[in-house]
């Protein structure tokens, strides 16, 4: 038979079957829908960030900067104007201000173009400034409670590089009007821009902190080169778009390579549905094959046949998944006013090409069982054949062989407490092996678990669970090769909830041990403080308080009685008020709280002392103040609060009488809500560029949002192959449908009512489901209690049962959902199918 005529036959075949299509092209559909969207967004993502990410303008050329010790002086910015090819100079001044109303953070202030080719901000509302005493605001900052457009803001600039002002000096306070509001990069984040001019004069700097060339004629490189070697040390030359490239964060590459992985798995996984589906599909079409061979077609015209089949298949699945990828990535742009995607055809096409190579892969064994069908098939009158489900000896010796690496690795990564690279590549070696061993044992193994249902199915349900349980074994291969998909796809999200609520618990727990407190206030460490008695009483007073701990610190020296000495800080507190301060604390006999005469020591002074808790130890400062403690307890250098010598404000009073409050720790009497505490403390505190505050309590609320999203992410990546292995779930169930086809007619024919049918349908998809859930859970906690040596000092073991939970409902649910379909198929068999000759 000629080649041409097999490849028109081939053509008519998909043309004639267009559900074989279906069944073989929606699982490659759904991937190569992913496949594409990861390649659309992470080309759009990297595009957004050349443009949003970048701290200088498609305009400039090269960056002048400075070391940090010295401004550039007007003299120097007017030399950078003679360089040859320089075309423009734009200096730029940077510092930070207090807002009043905004809390007591520093908010960057930056002094440069607002309009030209070296404008990095594109107006929103308003307009940019052209006074003296006008100001633009970032998106993020004019969200803020009165920071509108047309409001009156104060500034209190805060002395940096270059300033004439010293940092104890008065605040010093500046009235500017909101003229606008700016899209600006995302490295500005909540700043507050105006003109140079402007910036420069209310910083009371002298200078410019950085110059911006705009070089239209040159190579960028040889203007730098020639402005480093005027400028000589001292100052930072780079051309533009070096910084423009190093502005990309690595994590999009990160992101980039997670996608792929994961839209991989999920490749593999629906290759595996593909190609147990081809292998049913060339039972129900074996005597059209012999025939083939009966006419003169030879084996490896027969395998071409097959395979071009697939090959049609996956371009057709590929084009259209491609094709829905870029349709829903113009609508998500279309409805939240983003920029349009970023469309790159080459690796689009390389993704449909990936769509056919994993057809054809999917069916190279089916096509050479199709090229042994011999031709005496063709004179069967059976509709189907059962291919076998007995696994072999080699299956049996090679799923045996994983199993025992993967307990291997178990015992070695895992039980044997190995950490880092070792702990995370011996889990994925580990789930790779005994994923292997799914694949190569399955067909048994679903056959032993069918077995031990059988009974407790059949009196739950009746006839309906018998039948569902007899047709789960009844096509034990395809079935298993099913749920080992399903499995993994359900092992990975199992994963997930324990890796990551894991280190949710165990960072939040470090957090709390370190930062026991929701903020502390910090005063200047010199000169007078800003923490008068009448600012610690206002802070005190407010009903949003629970805690409030003065401390009050100078520099000294601690001996032991050995004769070591070694010269730390010495803090004057009261941790009763705030017991967490104690919390980790290496305790002497007596045990309870510091008290008099007693001193609290970091763990790095107790062995420069060579000290322990019950010994005395001597402290001198400044000033000829000294007395002695006993050492009550040895607490870890990371809790930086206590300081390397802590005792109560009694014995701080002998060694510095004088010494002023330089900060305070406070408590939110709403621990769940440390926001809270920000409007108070705004009110009560005066608006000195000395204080500084710091809210470790939002930074563990903001670490528990950062988990969340991260879970939500995370889970989104592994719904992918959740989602392939529902298809192929509906896809396996569908072919069962279509095998059971005369059995179902006369099951009709005797009085089973097609609602029944449905019932038999879906209690098979619930078993199915309940077997891969299970299983996928329970590994999923195991492997995922395993990958936290890979993270060691950041998790504390913990198996989120409610959220594991809620994960078996769901997945029996989605799985019961992805039988719908197939249920309503079975229902609709007529009576009269039994009447068909086979």
Known sequence: MRASGLTKAAIRQIAARPSRLLLTGCTLMVTAFFLAGSIVFTDTLKRQLADDLSPVAAGTAVVVGTDGTQPLDDKRVEELKNVPGVAEVQPVATGSVLLKGAGRDPYPLIGTALTGPQSVIRPLQGTLPDGPGEVVLTRMLADLPGMGVGSRITLVPQAGVGSATSQDAPARTVTVKVSGVVQAPSAMGTAVLTTPTNARSWLGTDGWQQTLLRVPDRPAADVASTVQAELGRGFSVRTASKLRAESGPKWVT???????????????????????TYRVLLVRDQTRLALLRCVGARPGQVMRSVLLQAAGSGLIAGAVGTAAAICCAFAITGITALPDPAISAPSLSAGVLVSVLAALVAAMPAARAAARVA?????????????PDRIGRTRALIGALCLGCALLLIALAGLGGAGGAVAA??????????????????PALLRRATLALQQPVRAVAGLDGALAVRNLGRAARRTAACATVLTLGFTMVAAVLVTLASVEKGTDRRLRERDPVDVVLDASRTGPSALTPAVVKAVAAQPETDAVVPVTRVDGVALGGNGRYRETEIRGL??????ALLADSQRDSHGGDLRRGQAAISTSVAQSLGVRPGDRISLRVSGGGQSSAEVALIHPDDAYMLGGVAVLPGDFAELAPSAPVRSLYITAVHRDNPLSLRAPLDRALPLNA???L?????????????????????????????LVS??????????SSMERERENGVLRAVGMRGSRLRSVMAWEAGLLGLYAAVLGVTLGSLYGRMMLGALPGLSSPTIPYGQLTVTLVGALALVLGASVIPALRSAAVSPMTALRAG
């Open 574 to 579: 009261d941790p009763a008020a705030i017991p």
């Open 690 to 692: 000395s204080l500084h």
């Open 375 to 387: 031709p005496v098939a063709a004179l069967s009158v059976a509709a189907t054949r059962h291919a």
């Open 726 to 735: 529902l298809v192929g779930v509906a896809i396996t169930l569908t072919l």
């Open 694 to 722: 710091s809210y470790p309590g939002e930074d563990r609320a903001s670490l528990r949002q950062l988990i969340s999203q991260l879970r939500i992410t995370a889970l989104g990546l592994v719904g992918i192959t959740v």
């Open 425 to 442: 590549g011996g889990s994925v070696a580990s789930a790779v092996a005994l994923f292997g061993c799914l694949l190569a044992l399955g």
């Open 254 to 276: 990160t992101v980039s390579t997670l996608l792929t992985i994961f839209v991989v798995v999920a490749l593999l996984a629906g290759t595996l549905i593909v190609s147990t």
